[in-house]
């Protein structure tokens, strides 16, 4: 393969469009496609699966590379498929038969960010006995995770990482579903905050004095218990 030019070769996104940055979520494949081309940009196949080499920070779980095979895919094409388990940017470094990809000025990041909210990491800090007094709004934090450990931000226009709690109260130590008293705590992400953690203000206003029962559920009133 002397005709390759790993300078003139390029790294194409999931629809085959050269790009530099590649977008991926903590936990889920994501895959990319390198393109070895002639100094001309003309598609070459090098015929050598280990012609590509591909090197990323230790956050990656895995990565693979291999011929992409079938009737769609150009002369040639690599498939490249990476697993993070880190939410934060990372710097990839392509490799053509040894020399940089696209040239030494080159720049190519996989930018992860945190998978899907995880309701068994969810943490959700319950109040001190006696701090909540009937009446008044009493308040307590939680914090939502994705399965890799990355603290997950809500964004309002993903339902389904919604949470929701209710408080219900207790009758001589058990929650009875038609209790006086049972309210629907607010449920704020911290983001309005600034904080960016993944930190989540609950906030309530107990009417009735007595003991309650704090259920949380991902993913609204019938998701998965916290």
Same mark, same amino acid.
Do not use: C
């Given at each position: 393969?002397?005709?390759?030019?790993?300078?003139?070769?390029?790294?194409?996104?999931?629809?085959?469009?050269?790009?530099?940055?590649?977008?991926?979520?903590?936990?889920?494949?994501?895959?990319?496609?390198?393109?070895?081309?002639?100094?001309?940009?003309?598609?070459?196949?090098?015929?050598?699966?280990?012609?590509?080499?591909?090197?990323?920070?230790?956050?990656?779980?895995?990565?693979?590379?291999?011929?992409?095979?079938?009737?769609?895919?150009?002369?040639?094409?690599?498939?490249?498929?990476?697993?993070?388990?880190?939410?934060?940017?990372?710097?990839?470094?392509?490799?053509?038969?040894?020399?940089?990809?696209?040239?030494?000025?080159?720049?190519?990041?996989?930018?992860?960010?945190?998978?899907?909210?995880?309701?068994?990491?969810?943490?959700?800090?319950?109040?001190?006995? %006696?701090?909540?007094?009937?009446?008044?709004?009493?308040?307590?934090? %939680?914090?939502?995770?994705?399965?890799?450990?990355?603290?997950?931000?809500?964004?309002?226009?993903?339902?389904?990482?919604?949470?929701?709690?209710?408080?219900?109260?207790?009758?001589?130590?058990?929650?009875?579903?038609?209790?006086?008293?049972?309210?629907?705590?607010?449920?704020?992400?911290?983001?309005?905050?600034?904080?960016?953690?993944?930190?989540?203000?609950?906030?309530?206003?107990?009417?009735?004095?007595?003991?309650?029962?704090?259920?949380?559920?991902?993913?609204?009133?019938?998701?998965?218990?916290?």
């Amino acid at each position: 393969a002397q005709d390759v030019s790993a300078k003139a070769s390029s790294l194409l996104d999931a629809s085959f469009r050269p790009a530099a940055h590649i977008a991926a979520r903590a936990g889920e494949e994501a895959v990319f496609y390198v393109q070895p081309s002639d100094a001309d940009g003309v598609p070459v196949d090098v015929g050598d699966a280990e012609w590509l080499d591909a090197l990323v920070a230790p956050a990656v779980l895995s990565l693979t590379v291999s011929p992409a095979v079938g009737a769609m895919f150009a002369e040639g094409l690599f498939r490249v498929a990476v697993v993070a388990r880190v939410a934060t940017h990372n710097t990839l470094t392509l490799l053509g038969g040894g020399k940089a990809l696209g040239g030494r000025k080159a720049q190519y990041h996989l930018a992860v960010a945190p998978g899907a909210s995880f309701a068994p990491a969810a943490l959700f800090t319950p109040l001190p006995e %006696g701090l909540a007094t009937s009446g008044k709004r009493a308040f307590m934090q %939680g914090k939502s995770f994705d399965a890799q450990g990355n603290a997950q931000v809500f964004v309002a226009d993903s339902t389904p990482d919604a949470y929701s709690a209710t408080l219900t109260l207790m009758e001589d130590g058990n929650v009875t579903a038609d209790a006086p008293g049972a309210l629907e705590a607010s449920m704020v992400n911290a983001e309005v905050f600034n904080s960016g953690d993944g930190t989540y203000a609950v906030t309530f206003v107990p009417l009735v004095a007595g003991e309650y029962a704090l259920n949380v559920r991902l993913g609204g009133p019938g998701g998965e218990v916290v």
